[in-house]
Nanobody, 124 residues
């Protein structure tokens, strides 16, 4: 059974940090491209950061460059999103997604498998 499970979300003050994890199962993880997407109320889902199967190609949205870092641990079948210097505008439901390709553009329609999403709220 193919599954992606996000964890690590929550409430944090502006300027704070969170690390999201995406644990996968039922895949050949080494062949997956993985992406993090987010959706704020009333807005479309957007690509935040994506990583190729090898980890050699990484994309960041302009809004998170220099603050967020994506990484993957193939031994643990897990992808991480380290989020630093968080801003209120980062508040959204964050989704982990996967596709059986070595690389893919970081747009939601490219990704076939999705986690259930996790809330990140940045507020004082």
């Amino acid at each position: 059974q193919v599954q992606l499970v996000e964890s690590g979300g929550g409430l944090v003050q502006p300027g704070g940090s969170l690390r999201l994890s995406c644990a996968t199962s039922g895949f050949t993880f080494d062949y997956l491209s993985i992406g993090w997407f987010r959706q704020a109320p009333g807005k479309e889902r957007e690509g935040v950061s994506c990583i190729s199967s090898s980890g050699g190609r990484i994309y960041y949205a302009d809004s998170v460059k220099g603050r967020f870092t994506i990484s993957r641990d193939n031994a643990k079948n897990t992808v991480y999103l380290q989020m630093n210097s968080l801003k209120p505008e980062d508040t959204a439901v964050y989704y982990c997604a996967a596709i059986d390709r070595v690389q893919a553009m970081c747009v939601n329609y490219n990704y076939d498998y999705w986690g259930q999403g996790i809330q990140v709220t940045v507020s004082s």
